[in-house]
């Protein structure tokens, strides 16, 4: 039976490969190039070219290789817009086949379809309509996919520049994702290195099939098993109903023995009584590390408080697991020199995300996992330019570089850029929608981004269509360029990271920075560098706007990247192809956790959701 399904899989991949190169027959060298020079615009780990920096050997993914037809495919024919009630039909990839954006387009209200026009008209209708908006009223969400962190820098600069901090990206689950670690740590990002999965005592995952959704981990969980790390599945148990089912029910791995062998099953939404039962024995054992506690933490007898009148029968009950197992996972982790804790965006598509974060982090300092090798917490986006868009401070409450929106770092952003910011934290996507269906937001540029993609229902369908100003920077249609408008709708054809003037750069989940090349060959029509588009409205839009927005190459946006952000001081050494950073080193926190109040991390009380 295991031969024969293997010998089907292997079947399977060789006709996706042959599909893949049926698809790009007519681009095959510039589609080489690109698996052969870029970085990885699909997942969230960054390989470059066929390598990673963790294991040797050739990578490729079956992902990689279907995402190649976003930047060989030919151009879009406008005639196709002629029957919009038919595109309607269609979804993203139906509407990504008809081919890439080549011109500006638009659309006024009553017309029935798009119209060709020039750069020049389609910028002067951008740069009207924000002229005649107030900031409040403007808002501005970005795709996590694909992206650099220069497009993302002067998108956000774009927005902030004239007023407004109504900025999000178009992600489920990031700010799910992140916020936990941040409020705790002082970074929302990974504390640690994809290498020090190979080598750690225990590799603890959280809630989804990481291999499937993340093929290169296959690779390192192969590797951490042959140097001895024990992989623990926590997993929801098959068939909860909760507000958290969308968690994937499997834990994958390469060996479906080692996941059952070492896994958990956890009532969907029970992650946090079962966290608490780990740290009510391993405090009842001594087993956490009193040491670290009192010299880098706080908020640990408000922990310790809170855990004493949650008794074992509401933990078992909410977290659906014995009170011997929570014991039998307490006495492995008690155990271990060194630990990894891993979670997926699955993890964090629910009610309680935020929370369950809180959880992983009281366990990773109960026992001082942090600022070594082989430990730490690492969130894995399934989006690849999530992490990225965040650090760049495509977020309402978020500047570049990690600093809080508030009086004193938009001071201090005001002072660096030379222009007033707005302290106010905006509205993040979804109050933006709300606000777009009250009619209270009257122009909404959107980079790359589909809100319908994210929220897909009727509600930020009618939402959209009440926005009398729609901007849309694309690479392809979609489904929401194709709602009518309260006005006008205007298509901006952007370039693909590898037709970029000058090249770029992108940070992977390990907070890695590379160069991602510009790479000759194909091109479409008449679209444009991103950043390009971006600066040029800023000019546009503002009476010093060539001061504000200098920018005539990637290498610009980089050097000011490095005096605005600290986190990202150097990246304007990354210049070429095979130059890369990873901010913050190894293992962020060597030094203590220095953002924080006191420098020191915070433990989280938190009470348990009711189990059913």
Request: charged share 20%.
């Amino acid at each position: 039976m295991r031969v024969k399904a293997f010998q089907q899989s292997q079947a399977h991949r060789y006709g996706d490969i042959f599909r893949v190169l049926w698809e790009n027959r007519t681009e095959l060298p510039y589609a080489w190039a690109i698996l052969n020079h870029g970085v990885c615009d699909v997942c969230s780990l960054g390989p470059y070219g066929f390598r990673d920096s963790v294991v040797d050997g050739v990578h490729l993914c079956m992902r990689r290789l279907k995402a190649l037809r976003l930047n060989t495919i030919r151009a879009f024919d406008l005639a196709a817009t002629a029957d919009l009630n038919r595109l309607r039909r269609f979804g993203p990839e139906q509407l990504q086949s008809l081919g890439r954006l080549a011109h500006p387009l638009i659309r006024r209200r009553g017309e029935p379809g798009f119209v060709r026009c020039s750069w020049d008209e389609s910028l002067d209708v951008v740069c009207r309509a924000i002229h005649d908006t107030a900031p409040h009223a403007m808002g501005f969400v970005a795709t996590p996919h694909g992206r650099t962190n220069e497009i993302y820098y002067t998108f956000q600069k774009l927005a902030r520049i004239l007023g407004s901090n109504n900025i999000a990206l178009c992600s489920r689950s990031r700010d799910n994702a992140v916020s936990g670690l941040k409020a705790t740590l002082g970074h929302g990002a990974p504390t640690c290195s994809l290498s020090d999965w190979i080598g750690t005592d225990l590799l603890i995952i959280f809630g989804a099939d990481v291999v499937g959704d993340y093929p290169v981990t296959k690779k390192y969980m192969r590797r951490a098993r042959k140097a001895g790390t024990r992989i623990i599945a926590v997993r929801p148990l098959t068939g909860a109903k909760t507000q958290c089912d969308r968690t994937s029910s499997v834990v994958g791995s390469t060996s479906p023995k080692v996941a059952m062998r070492h896994g958990f099953q956890v009532r969907a939404g029970g992650e946090i009584a079962f966290i608490n039962g780990i740290l009510k024995t391993l405090i009842a054992n001594d087993q956490v590390d009193l040491e670290f506690i009192a010299k880098h933490t706080a908020r640990f007898r408000e922990l310790c408080e809170a855990l004493q009148t949650q008794s074992w029968k509401m933990l078992e009950q909410g977290s659906g697991v014995s009170r011997a197992a929570m014991q039998e996972f307490a006495i492995q982790y008690g155990a271990a020199r060194s630990a990894v804790f891993v979670y997926t965006g699955a993890f964090t598509e629910c009610e309680f995300a935020t929370a369950k974060v809180r959880a992983i982090v009281n366990l990773a300092l109960a026992r001082g996992m942090l600022e070594r090798a082989k430990c730490g917490i690492m969130p894995m986006g399934a989006e690849s330019s999530a992490q990225a868009g965040g650090e760049c401070g495509t977020e309402p409450d978020q500047f570049p570089g990690g600093f809080f929106v508030n009086e004193q770092s938009a001071r201090r952003l005001s002072n660096l850029w030379r222009h007033p910011i707005p302290s106010n934290p905006g509205l993040t996507l979804s109050a933006m929608m709300d606000a777009a269906y009250a009619h209270q937001i009257k122009f909404l540029y959107c980079l790359g981004a589909d809100p319908l993609e994210t929220v897909a229902d009727n509600y930020a369908a009618e939402a959209l269509s009440r926005v009398p100003i729609r901007v849309y920077q694309d690479l392809v249609l979609k489904p929401s360029m194709l709602l009518d408008s309260a006005d006008v709708v205007v298509v901006l054809p952007a370039q693909t990271r590898y037709e970029q003037r000058t090249g770029g750069t992108c940070t992977s989940t390990e907070r890695r920075i590379r160069f991602t090349p510009e790479l000759p060959g194909h091109r479409i029509g008449e679209a444009r560098p991103e950043w390009e588009i971006l600066s040029l409205i800023g000019r546009k839009s503002m009476p010093n706007g060539d001061l504000l927005f200098p920018f005539n190459d990637s290498q610009a946006i980089r050097e000011e990247m490095s005096r605005v952000m600290p986190i990202y001081q150097g990246i304007d050494k990354i210049r070429k192809e095979g130059d890369q950073l990873q901010w913050g080193g190894p293992q962020l926190y060597r030094d203590g956790f220095s953002t924080m109040p006191g420098n020191r991390a915070l433990f989280t009380a938190l009470e348990p959701p009711a189990g059913d």
